[in-house]
């Protein structure tokens, strides 16, 4: 009997001790935690402020993450504080992969004092992590997730500056068919979300304003030798081939297209195939290749940012990948609406209301930053404006005539 | 059960087996014959295009031929698949990748007193060197990947080396990344050999051009085939190789050294694995830690098509792969995008229809 009454006070004095832990910082709780659909973030005095993103920071498509995280880096300086909070980019390794993207979304959601995400950087890595941040409330937004469906998909918690591949696609279409004129045209694609998502919009656009697409076919990607796919399109004589997918392979296919009877044809890319690698690796081959990317025009904001990224990492932005903009941005306007919700608890714990957070995010209006304003719109596509054409002219990237 | 089985006999008699097959044979080749003629009938392609497929299919069968020696020889030997022979390729294009850049760097005064890079004053130098670096390099590398990962297990059952072959294999790609870093590198080639230029023959109204790096390499690929068909067939150390694959403990009663003849066959099969790894790099240019993954798993299959065991038919089975990924897609109208799906079929039929590979597995019967 004494036994059971000793035990039974312990657990009152345990249960007490518990409350204590939990509920001491219940005290400081902001009243909109308790309303709020997804509860609070909580930062406890002295940590740091975290925006998540899940990048490709290894391997092949190193490149672009690496890019994007400076990028996004350079804004988290450029942020200040909030309530005297510091924020702090965490950038984690996808490979650019779903199944990495997945492994990384699982990760940050269980961190409690991530509560933005300023990606992932892939298509198929963001639509793998889109479900894990949609349960836990974290809003994202992507700088270079292109994929058209994936604001289709449904999602809260998704939004995008990268304006889409349907977007880029049509204005491609509409690009070859009426600026540049061709009537005959192959597409290509590397079988990816991305690269199939952007042949497929080309494909069907170019049809619809009139044109021919005499083929329509997919590369395994990684491999170094095309020759014999571009052979037998060259049989249909094409004007032009465009291609969905990224540089590796655009460079591959530019480099084979002299020899394989297509020496007359233009090789026509995508933002993917875009960047210094592609000149540098294709040569006096790539001489009137054309591309896409989504390089903003020069502006006070700009010039900052790149004598910034500069100064940081050694390098001039851009010439890693085209997307650094974008990832600066997307991580100044997630960082612009948490200063916006978060509230100081009376304990001195900051409260990041993430219900609020996510609708914060996608009611965005007019957000002027380095990319132009940024407005999203109901399904999360932040920015509508099309892409801007480049070409390669004496070894370098030229804006091409719009 | 014994019993049961003798009294259902559940397996067909062996001739019925052997007529079936034929009969199977025959109708997937009519089959196959019909295809190739409807899509002929639609006349999609022209001579130009053919020409430019055999080409393409030529070249790279002739780099997949040199690499599946390398199996072939060594399973010969030692009745195991050396798993991380396309790794010793990696690292032989890595060898003569480095050369390149080294000559590129070093500026001489050319004859007529201009500055230009040793690579382009002496190409020929600078070619043979490049070839020697990367098949020495690779050579060494199988030398030392049988005596690490080969040689303590070889008393153990077949399946333990074959796993210690493909962690080597794993091993020595992540070597390669953590070394070389990740990202695509180039070859630098000198000016001679540049890429995407070479002979331009008009054909049906349209320029096919026989790239000089193509052509070189399926010279080159010949040539070592050849020498190296002379070496198993006229040399002392091949009639050892051929003696030591035949009957080791026999070998070893005649006087000959086993375990030198095997590291022997370990250091031709990498050097041909380098110099088609050079090739490789040569001809297609971009490459990084992982060039070699593909073309080991396709030599793989290639050795396999041709007969295990046995160098014509690997070198008859690289060729023989090389053409079907690239005409096969075209002569049976399917997208090239199937060229794998397509090869593989056809592995997977040779398998059923002929076990022991095209021409046969020189030695079938003491492997069992």
Redesign the interface.
Known sequence: MKKSVLFFVFVVFAMVLASCNGAAPAGGEPEVCASDEFGCAKIPAGQTVKIGMGAPL???Y??FGVDISQGAAVAVKDAGTVEGFAFELVAQDTQGAPEGGAAVANKLATDPTVVAIAGHIFSGSTEAAIPVYDKAGIPMMSPSATNPPLTTLGSKVFNRVAFTDAVQGKFAADYLYSKLGFRKIAVLHD?GAYGQGLADVVRDEFTKLGGEVVGY????P????Y???L??L???SPEAVYFGGYV?EG??LT??M????L?NAVFFGCDGTFGTEFV??TGA?GEGAYAASLIPPESAEKAKFDADYLAAYGVGAGTLSPYTWSGYDSAAVLMAKVKEVAVLGSDGTLYVPRGALVAAVRGTQGFSSITGDITCDAVGECNTAGPTFYIVKGGDWAQAEQ | MEALRKKFSLTLPQNSIRIIRIIAALLLLALIIVRAMDVAAKSQFGADTWLRLSVSGLIIGGMYALIAIGYTLVYGILFMINFAHGEVMMIGTFGGYFVFEAFNAIQVSGADGSQLSFLNAYPVIAILLAFLAGMTIAALSGLFLEKIAYRPLRGAPRLVPLISAIGASIFLQNAGQLLFGPQRRQYINPVVLDRGIGWNLEVAGSTVVLTYTGIFSLILSAILMVGLYLLVQRTKLGRAMRAVAQDKKTAALMGINVDQIISRTFVISGALAGAAGVMWGIHNGLFNYFVGFLPGIKAFTAAVLGGIGNIPGAMLGGMFLGIVESVGPAVLGIDFQLKDVLAFTILILVLIFRPSGILGEALTEEKV
């Open positions: 290894t391997g092949d190193a490149s079988g076919e997919a590369v395994t990684g491999e170094t030798d020759t014999a796919t052979s037998a060259a049989a249909s590796a460079v591959v480099n084979n002299k020899q394989s009877g020496e540098e690796k081959n």
